[in-house]
């Protein structure tokens, strides 16, 4: 059972003269955008707080809680209806969405279910901050993940548009199409910048992750002269704002014959991915029982053996969440390819960014989507991996 | 391990018969220990030197070298090495020296043949205005004057047009070769050309002929160098160029006495020395005046002496804004000025990033360490999310959002809130790089905030409350100030970060809402001023770097979380 189930305040039937009025503003309030969409602002808030009052009093008054069922289908059938009435399937969606929340609000207010997991000392004013605190974080959130959400179905736009068309809105099949993903997958230049990158980023990855998890068990030793300094110059690349890495490597790298080359794109992609398996394995090490190693060699391992057998398991989760911090800023990064790379060598990232500043094209969209589902794949891993070095190392009964 | 250790009486003799303490094989115990130590030492450093021999090489050595090419400057004395010396005694403000305007001839015209001039001109055009066009037309002019005094020999004797005669008079071959001088024009092809140039050569200049005929001596020498060591070919069957011509008749009008001269080549030289008058008279004050009247003007001369020296302080003026001139460095007129705008700019759009990002993490921050567990890391997704997504696709969707005919504005369109030939205009300017970069560094403030406020603990607010404090007080004297430390570590990190950003205000900044890296991109791919994206870069540097020691200082850097 979790906290959230359990109930602190009793709740019950609340005073009408409170709830009507609240409900009625809610409805109001709604009723803006749905004046504003169909003409008039003013005939929206009346209408909205006009319709909200009548249903907040059938249901609290007439119908009750025995009726709340009923009661709430009825609202989510009316408000499909309604909107279907408006605005044809993208109004009957919007419809189903309010009538949907409304039956919900009506009974969460008429019947004081909002204060049933708060304490019961609470002011009102308090219970009202404690509600508005949690609509501006959920604005916060919205805010954080509604461009991510936006792509998506912009990706299967039929019109080589940025925006959602009419026929998209009406959720017309004509208006959906897969060709932007079709011009993913076979148009060579997305083709082989894709490949490009799988070339890259996984080399790159090997490098960091080889080097950065012995450094980190050597940093992880007590007695570790200037570890200080060794740490920083170690972080450094993460720190340095990336134009000055590029045009560093830039000057450097072209009078060693490595720009435009694969070598010098790898090299520089795992120097800026050590710092991520610095911090990761630094981090899972922090809880690493040295002792263990100590019984390992007492028992006749040599340090080999010990380090494969006994301390690679255990650091393992950290390893592998630092390979793919190091993964996805390789397979990420652009304007270090933008400036030591060449036209054979064009990463994703530089033809998305190409295509960005140049020639618009949705397939940038098809791209992003593809990317976001890595990146959901990615971080599930991460945090399973998390979890799990947590309960190696028994910090958490998970 | 090491719970019994000697007295450090025992080792000054004062009780002899105890001795030190012995490890298992003989040695003393301190000395095994110290031993086993330096071991410890040196294995963790054996594990840590490869990557750090790794990150010097591949990071840090980069970086050095951008630093150094931002006062680095040794282009000009490199492209026209006597001109360099010969202005050394030029004051800057007098008459520009006769053997400035000998040496620039030779340099000019040995930098042309290498095709070089016009690289030292584009550098010294940073710096003074016109210069570039300058070196570009008179690299092709330059052999006008040589042309002229060769016809005038041809006519005196036609042994002139050959190399063979040319070759046996300049040529040492049993006389005394002129090793310094050779010397000298070695070391400067080098330079000239940034190649090892090694090779047989197959001629020296003979000491006689250079001490008689300097300037013939040495144009025929950089000639030969060239021709044998760049092009390849035998100095001996070559016609040498114009320049040499011309220093032939400079140095017969300057009064050579040839008469004492019986090598190879001696009757040429009298008879050319006797026909004098046929020749056409070579000044090459008049030379370069006639090839562009510029060459008079004194600010030409005084950009190339200001920026003779191998490294120069003008980069880093260039970058706030300020030039070079004789009486020192001063303010460039206020119509050109544009990098300290820049600066104050990208130093106020990131404040104003780290701002709001700031506002808008605090009140999640605090939501999510104040949830239990379960509904904290279900929320804790939507924060990693956008952390883990491309940054491309982050930018690209802001791009979509905030267009004129994108989905925000649509939005508001359809809600009746904004009317449609009145689109709110968020992109190309400060509005979209405000917007969209909060919104991509916003993860690198929530998770240290978070990191922090979930180690607070929840009695002191209640105590404060229970003492009679009101909520507003509990949390702004007792809360907050707990919660200091995230916010200043966040900060730190969004502000590294947003100072140095690059791809977001170049796709959504337009022109106003760009920082000082695009401007540094822009001299790397398209000015190719290189010297001053070094500059400006080193100056960005250091303002992360101050940044970051004190992040070290306040966080600790390893102390950074990641997810």
């Known amino acids: 059972m979790s906290v959230s189930d359990i109930v602190i305040t009793s709740t019950g039937k609340k005073d009408p003269s409170f709830t009507i009025p609240v409900i009625a503003a809610a409805g109001a309030f709604a009723g803006i955008f749905v004046g504003a969409a169909q003409g008039s602002t003013l005939l929206g808030i009346v209408g909205g707080a006009i319709l909200l009052a009548i249903l907040a009093f059938l249901c609290i008054e007439k119908l009750g809680r025995d009726g709340e069922k009923m009661a709430r289908w009825g609202i989510l059938a009316l408000f499909a209806v309604g909107g279907f009435a408006f605005g044809a399937v993208a109004g009957l969606v919007v419809g189903l969405l309010f009538g949907w929340f409304f039956g919900w609000f009506i009974y969460w207010i008429g019947f004081n279910r909002y204060r049933a997991h708060l304490v019961p000392y609470l002011t009102p004013g308090q219970v009202l901050w404690h509600y508005s605190f949690r609509v501006i974080c959920g604005a916060i959130f919205v805010f954080l993940i509604t461009p991510i959400i936006v792509v998506m179905p912009l990706s299967f736009n039929a019109e080589d548009f940025f925006t959602f068309t009419p026929e998209m809105l009406r959720f017309d099949p004509e208006g959906y199409s897969l060709k932007h993903y079709r011009d993913f997958f076979t148009n060579p230049e997305w083709t082989s910048a894709v490949w490009n990158s799988l070339k890259i980023a996984p080399v790159a990855t090997f490098i960091s992750v080889s080097l950065g998890t012995l450094a980190a068990i050597g940093l992880s030793q007590s007695h570790v002269p200037g570890k200080r300094a060794i740490m920083a110059i170690l972080i450094s690349p993460m720190i340095v704002p990336l134009i000055i890495s590029a045009t560093g490597m830039y000057f450097f790298y072209s009078k060693i014959g490595l720009v435009g080359t694969y070598w010098g794109i790898v090299l520089a992609h795992a120097v800026l991915g050590i710092p991520f398996v610095i911090i990761t394995v630094t981090a899972t090490l922090v809880g690493f029982d040295r002792s263990l190693t100590r019984a390992a060699a007492n028992m006749g391992a040599n340090p080999v053996t010990t380090f494969f057998r006994v301390q690679m398991p255990l650091i393992l989760p950290g390893v592998i969440s630092g390979g793919l911090f190091a993964f996805i800023t390789s397979f990420d990064e652009v304007v270090v390819v933008l400036f030591i790379g060449s036209a054979e060598l064009q990463t994703l990232p530089w033809q998305m960014f190409t295509g960005l500043r140049e020639q618009i094209s949705p397939t940038i969209l098809a791209a992003a989507t593809v990317l976001v589902s890595i990146s959901i794949v990615l971080l599930a891993m991460v945090e399973m991996l998390r979890r799990r070095s947590e309960r190696l190392r028994g910090m958490s009964p998970g | ?563």
């Open chain 2, 1 to 563: 391990m090491t719970h019994s250790t000697t007295e450090p009486a025992n080792f000054t003799g004062a009780a002899p018969k105890a001795g030190p303490m012995l490890a298992a094989d003989g040695r003393p115990l301190k000395k095994s220990l110290a031993r086993a130590l330096r071991r410890q030492k040196l294995r963790a450093l054996m594990l840590v030197a490869p990557l750090l021999i790794f990150v010097l090489v591949t990071f840090i050595a980069p970086i050095a070298d951008m630093l150094f090419r931002s006062v680095e400057n040794q282009i000009v004395s490199e492209t026209l090495p006597e001109t360099v010396m010969a202005l050394q005694e030029w004051n800057g403000e007098s008459d520009i020296p006769d053997a400035a305007y000998d040496a620039i001839y030779f340099d000019l015209f040995t930098a042309a043949e290498a095709k070089q001039h016009t690289r030292l001109g584009t550098r010294l055009n940073y710096e003074q205005t016109g210069i570039s066009s300058l070196f570009r037309t008179s690299g092709r002019q330059l052999d006008d004057i040589g042309d002229d005094v060769h016809d005038a020999l041809e006519d005196i004797n036609p042994a002139w047009d050959e190399p063979a005669p040319w070759y046996q008079m300049m040529n040492a071959g049993d006389r005394p070769v002129d090793t310094a001088l050779l010397d000298t024009k070695m070391f400067d092809m080098r330079a000239l050309t940034g190649e090892v140039l090694e090779g047989d050569l197959g001629f020296a200049p003979a000491r006689e002929v250079s001490d008689l005929l300097p300037r013939t001596a040495a144009a025929y020498t950089s000639w030969a160098i060239y021709t044998a060591l760049v092009d390849g070919d035998i100095v001996a069957e070559e016609d040498p160029w114009e320049s040499v011509f011309a220093a032939l008749a400079s140095d017969l009008q300057s009064g050579a006495d040839v008469s004492g001269y019986s090598g190879p080549g001696a009757d040429m030289l009298a008879e050319a020395a006797a026909n004098l008058d046929a020749l056409p008279a070579v000044d090459f004050r008049n030379v370069m005046v006639g090839i562009d009247e510029d060459w008079g003007a004194l600010e030409n001369w005084q950009t190339i002496k200001l920026y003779s020296p191998d490294y120069t302080p003008g980069y880093f003026l260039n970058s706030v804004d300020m030039q070079n001139g004789i009486d020192g460095a001063q303010m460039r007129p206020e119509n050109e000025r544009i990098y300290i705008t820049l600066f104050i700019r990208t130093l106020y759009l990131s404040l104003v990033i780290t701002g709001s990002c700031i506002l808008l993490s605090y009140p999640v921050a605090f939501l999510l360490s104040n949830l239990p567990a379960r509904s904290a890391n279900l929320l804790m997704i939507l924060v990693l999310l956008p952390f883990w997504t491309s940054l491309l696709v982050r930018t690209s969707a802001w791009k979509v959002m905030l267009q004129q005919q994108g989905v925000i504005n649509d939005v508001l369109v359809w809600l009746g809130l904004v009317a449609d030939d009145s689109r709110l205009v968020m992109i190309n300017n400060q509005t979209g790089t405000i917007i969209a970069m909060t919104h991509i560094l916003l993860p690198f403030m929530i998770l240290p905030m978070y990191s922090v406020m979930s180690t607070i603990p929840p009695y002191y607010v209640r105590a404060a409350k229970s003492l009679g404090a009101t909520n507003w007080t509990a949390f702004w004297r007792v809360y907050f100030p707990q919660s200091i430390p995230g916010i200043g570590a966040g900060s730190i990190l969004v502000f590294i970060l947003a100072i140095g950003y690059y791809i977001t205000p170049e796709i959504v900044g337009g022109t106003k809402g760009v920082f000082i890296s695009n401007r540094i991109a822009y001299h790397i791919s398209s000015s190719l001023n290189w010297g001053l994206a070094a500059a400006l870069g080193t100056i960005l540097l250091a303002v992360v770097l101050i940044l970051y020691w004190a992040y070290d200082r306040i966080v600790g850097i390893d102390n950074v979380k990641l997810g």
